[in-house]
Each structure stands twice: as C-alpha cells, then as structure tokens.
C-alpha cells in the first residue's frame, strides 16, 4: 500500500485513514480543517487503496452496485497498516469514509490499538456487519458515527437500510455506555466527503479519549 502523510511526523497524535484516489484529491483540504477545528499538531497517514471494494471489505458479499463483488482483504489491509503503527509513545486514530469507515468501525472490534474511530458515511448496509457487531468487543474509547439525510432514500433495497442500520447500531453502542455520536449531514452520500471525515476525526480529538 502506498502511504501518503501530512502534518509532523513527530507529532504524537496521528491519524490512520484508507483512501482512493477520489479521497487524495481532497486529502489536503480535510487535513487543515482537522488541524483548524481542534489547534493540535498532527500527522494523518493515508493508506491508498487499489481494490476498493476487496482490500476494505471483512468478508466475501454479493455486489449491490454495479458487478464487482466485495471481497475478503480487510484482514490483510489492517496487518499492514497496524504494522506501520509500532511506536508505541504516539496516540493513534482511526477513520475513514463510506467503505473505509465501515472497514475502521470493523478495526476496532479486532485491535486495541486505536484509540477511536471516525466512521464518516459508514457503508452500514453490508450483510451481516450488524451481526458482527453486536457480537463483537469494541475495543476503543469512542465512536463517531456520522450519515447524510438522502443516504437512505435510494431505490437501492439494500443500500437504503444504511438509515435504520446506523439508527440501530448507534442505539446499541450506548446502551454499551461507549462514548458515541451520531450526526446528520445534509446531502446525499457524494456531498463534502472531507468535510464529514475531518468532522469526525476533530470530535474523536475533543474527547480527551
């Protein structure tokens, strides 16, 4: 995986994010509106993805879009991100948009290393994740949850449950006494994908997890 990172690379706080190339072409913009938001120094280290739908997804699923099926990479993707996360005097954050914030909600459930996790947009929709998570151990200190208010008003019947989906999920996490937001963006899911991300990863730094 390619790595991309901005901010100072002595920084104590950094954050982990997986990209496409749609996310590097904003990557610059989120960055400074993190840094504005919260006035702390760090470094956000993107990992850029080649196979979207395979290196981000924790099991093998149907395609719900489009022909191309999702596939069983996210272990191998978190290996190689947790490798490149071994000093263990920095703080780490974890966060992502659309299938990489579903791919950062599933981290949590299998590491301790991140302290939180930002979960911009999740793809909440993909089958069985709401299964695997009440099932699952969250293993960090605080849940940002976030979706845009056109997301679930989709003709897509599987995609149109991310509403409920999150609804429910979020409700869990709380009776779960987790640290846990869940905020509404306007739009639909293609609206201001840097802005919602760096939302989420600012309210995570507020937390003083």
Known sequence: MEIFELGESSAQTVLIQPVDQHDLEVIESE????????????LLRAYKVKDWNKELSPWKAPAVFGKEDFGEG?????????KSCEDETKTYYIGGYSLAALFSLWAVYQTDLFKGVAAASPSMWFPGFDEYMKEGDLRCGG????????EEKVRNPVMATVGDRIRKAHAMLLEQSVNCVLEWNQGNHFKEPDVRTAKGFAWLLDQSL
């Open 31 to 42: 960055f400074e509106q993190i840094r504005r938001s919260t006035g702390k120094d760090l």
């Open 74 to 82: 996210a272990s191998y993707t978190l290996s190689e991100i947790v």
């Open 143 to 150: 849940v940002y949850l976030s979706l845009g208010d056109k």
